[in-house]
Each structure stands twice: as structure tokens, then as C-alpha cells.
């Protein structure tokens, strides 16, 4: 990161999927894709894509691998499907094009959950590496968006630094 005019700019590249049979249907208004977008565009990262899918597994699966194997992301934030609902597939899509998994990140989210709720223990949430790219799904709330986001804001730059190969290590010195 740089600094410009005293603002933080990122030069991270962030792509939001948002999972909703609903939402896809035109339903319900998906507002979780926008909280997620509002919160990183705000952190200097560049949104540059946006899409609202349905609870697919295939399409799901298809969109991540399209956007990191062609490398046109370094992150992509999930939201939705991460419930117990027989329709709620974004983990398994998610696994099923893992290069490898960062349960690091999603453990830390579903531990700092539990200061809000004891639903916190419901979510199947991973985070993933494929290629460069950073996979990391989110619940569908908007609020909860805002606050796995919150914990994990600062050390998103550290994670991504490392795995284009512009960090080394993550021992404090």
C-alpha cells in the first residue's frame, strides 16, 4: 500500500459473489454484495467485479475459478450460502476449487462471532487459496458482513502481500 493525501489506496483487486435463490430471482434486494463492496472500496481496494448468483454450486464453483485462474482478483468475498439449508452450497463450491484451505480465517471470524451470537457455531464458512487469489466466504447478513470484515480488515493486506510473493513472512520482527 501507498499513501495518497493521507488516505491508504490499496492495490488489491476485489471481486464480490453473493449467493441467493432469491436475490437471483429478483425476490429479495441482495444487500450484503453492496455492504461488502461500500466496506472495501472504503478500505482502498479496487471492487472489480460484482455478481449476484443463485445457491449453485456448479455456477458458484465456475465464477471463482473464472476469476482467479484467469488471475483478474486477488480476493473474492463470498456472501450467503453458508447456513445449514439444503441450498446453502457456497463452502462446498468453494473446497471444490481450493488449491488449499486458510481454515485460519474462518475460524478467527466464527470465534469473534460468538461475541455477538452463539449462532456464530451454525456457520460452514472457509477461506481458500486457488492460485493467487484469496477465497473467503462470508455470512449473508449485512451486518455480519460488516463485522467479520471489521476483524479481518487489517491483516487482508498482510495475507494477500504473501501469497503474490511481495511479502515473505508473517513473523513480527
Do not use: W
Not at 441450498?87 to 488449499?100: F, G, S
Amino acid at each position: 500500500m501507498h499513501e495518497n493525501q493521507g488516505r491508504q489506496i490499496n492495490r488489491y483487486r476485489v471481486a464480490v459473489i453473493a449467493a441467493s435463490d432469491k436475490g437471483a430471482r429478483g425476490e429479495r434486494q441482495d444487500e450484503s454484495g453492496p455492504a461488502i463492496a461500500a466496506f472495501m472500496t472504503a478500505r482502498g481496494y479496487a471492487v472489480t467485479h460484482t455478481v449476484l448468483l443463485p445457491d449453485d454450486e456448479v455456477l458458484l464453483q465456475d465464477e471463482m475459478r473464472r476469476l482467479a485462474d484467469a488471475g483478474l482478483t486477488d480476493l473474492i468475498l463470498t456472501t450467503g450460502g453458508t447456513g445449514f439449508s439444503p441450498r446453502d452450497r457456497t463452502p462446498e463450491a468453494t473446497l471444490a476449487i481450493a488449491d488449499r484451505t486458510a481454515p485460519g480465517i474462518a475460524e478467527a471470524m466464527r470465534m469473534h462471532s460468538f461475541q455477538f451470537t452463539k449462532r456464530a457455531m451454525l456457520s460452514r464458512a472457509v477461506s481458500v487459496l486457488r492460485k493467487q487469489t484469496l477465497i473467503i466466504n462470508l455470512p449473508g447478513s449485512p451486518q455480519a458482513v460488516r463485522e467479520h470484515l471489521d476483524f479481518i480488515a487489517d491483516e487482508l493486506p498482510h495475507a494477500l502481500a504473501i501469497l503474490r510473493g511481495d511479502a515473505e513472512e508473517c513473523g513480527r520482527h
